[in-house]
């Protein structure tokens, strides 16, 4: 069997369809040998080239074998050799979410231009990265508890995680004041700085009563931390001046709050609505825990290599709004000159131009991706704890669209 990707090893290619076909849920799901997103480049590329030529793939085997025993200390480990499409397979559990939430926050007010701001981000053009892995969540703990449906408080619960993450946009738009968000004019430039804080608060409002209308204490709980996490982690990134040996501790807390406590308490908390013990529920927390954090280790280097037209806003936004995201903390470590722009956060001029240029000369996006690459690594470990279905391999495949995504 010849290589199918440039970033597939030779070694491995014959697994990827081992894989048989899944038994019929809502509609017929197939492993498949495909790439789902363009891959970052991986050490080993040149191998993989070696193996599309015509050397025999007993041979590639040897090399790349002799090759990757050099590398076992370098590489956090493999991520599975598997793959199913989890935007697929949940086509019909993601296809309303958007509708319903604008429904109901239209529903539950009469005023027209605050529907209008508040629906703004809920257009469908999103990743939908949070109610994906809630509803596989759901549907994975469900499928190992030995029930095939979704219950309607886990769909809440999705609908609930992506309204967070939106009004979470909405007030980091007030206070970055960036021009475009997801390809078009960001919220606070078609509105004014009040509006769109009201609109904002009002979707955190809509949010707390439907929390209350899942009637489960824990869940109420577990949710409310999420917001508590958000605020302190806004706090945190306005005021980081700290030594560089607190710098990456505070860097990842920071993180942990903003990105990932959303992802980690969502699944904890439709892990808990299907009756899941403690341990259970904390594989969820624990696998969210690590997709969140991967997820926000890779937007920070993608803001370094990627362009204004694939990610939707501006590159290098974090360095203009004085922030050191991972990148620029590893390359501290070759080049000390970047802890002196990063305490006046990057502020004089100049400052923003030499920083990228130095992050770029520097190991600083490779050791950010190994970074990644390692929560990822993990995130899959506590999904194979699950019993296997299609959801739980559909959990497996999103630390690949996590790790390897474009934008």
Not at 152 to 177: F, G, K, T
Not at 374 to 403: I, M
Request: charged share 25%; hydrophobic share 40%; net charge positive.
């Amino acid at each position: 069997m010849a290589c199918i990707g440039s970033s597939r090893l030779c070694a491995r290619a014959e697994k990827l369809c081992q894989f048989g076909h899944f038994a019929q849920l809502r509609r017929k799901v197939s492993t498949t040998c495909f790439t789902l997103r363009p891959r970052i480049e991986h050490p080993t590329s040149v191998l993989v080239q070696h193996c599309q030529s015509r050397t025999s793939i007993r041979d590639c085997r040897a090399n790349v074998t002799r090759m990757m025993s050099s590398m076992q200390t370098q590489l956090p480990g493999s991520l599975h050799d598997y793959q199913v499409d989890p935007y697929r397979l949940l086509e019909d559990d993601l296809k309303e979410v958007y509708e319903d939430i604008r429904e109901v926050l239209i529903r539950n007010t009469t005023q027209k231009e605050l529907q209008t701001i508040a629906t703004y981000y809920f257009d469908g053009k999103g990743k939908a990265l949070r109610p994906m892995v809630a509803f596989l969540m759901a549907r994975a703990v469900n499928y190992h508890k030995e029930r095939n449906d979704l219950l309607v408080s886990q769909r809440r619960v999705a609908m609930i995680a992506e309204m967070i993450h939106n009004a979470s946009l909405i007030h980091d738009d007030v206070i970055d004041q960036p021009d475009f968000r997801r390809g078009k004019p960001s919220i606070n430039v078609v509105w004014s700085q009040k509006k769109v804080t009201m609109a904002g608060d009002y979707i955190l409002a809509i949010v707390s009563i439907m929390i209350a209308q899942l009637q489960n204490d824990d869940v109420t709980l577990t949710l409310s931390q999420v917001v508590t996490d958000l605020v302190q982690g806004e706090f945190m990134q306005l005021g980081s001046k700290e030594t560089e040996n607190e710098r990456f501790a505070h860097y990842l807390t920071k993180t942990y709050r903003k990105t990932a406590s959303l992802i980690a308490n969502s699944l904890k908390a439709v892990t808990m609505l299907a009756g899941a013990d403690d341990q259970l529920a904390e594989v969820a927390f624990q696998y969210g825990r690590n997709i969140g954090l991967a997820f926000q280790l890779v937007d920070d280097l993608l803001d370094f290599v990627s362009s204004l037209p694939t990610m939707g806003k501006p590159t290098a936004a974090d360095l203009k709004l004085g922030l050191a995201t991972a990148p620029v903390l590893f390359a501290c470590e070759r080049y000390p000159e970047l802890n002196a722009m990063i305490m006046r956060r990057f502020q004089e001029p100049g400052d923003v131009e030499k920083a990228f240029e130095l992050v770029h000369k520097s190991q600083g996006l490779d050791q950010t991706r190994f970074l990644a690459r390692k929560h990822c690594v993990e995130a899959a470990k506590l999904a194979q704890s699950l019993a296997e279905s299609p959801y739980q391999k559909g959990l497996q495949v999103v630390c690949d669209l996590v790790l390897n995504r474009m934008k």
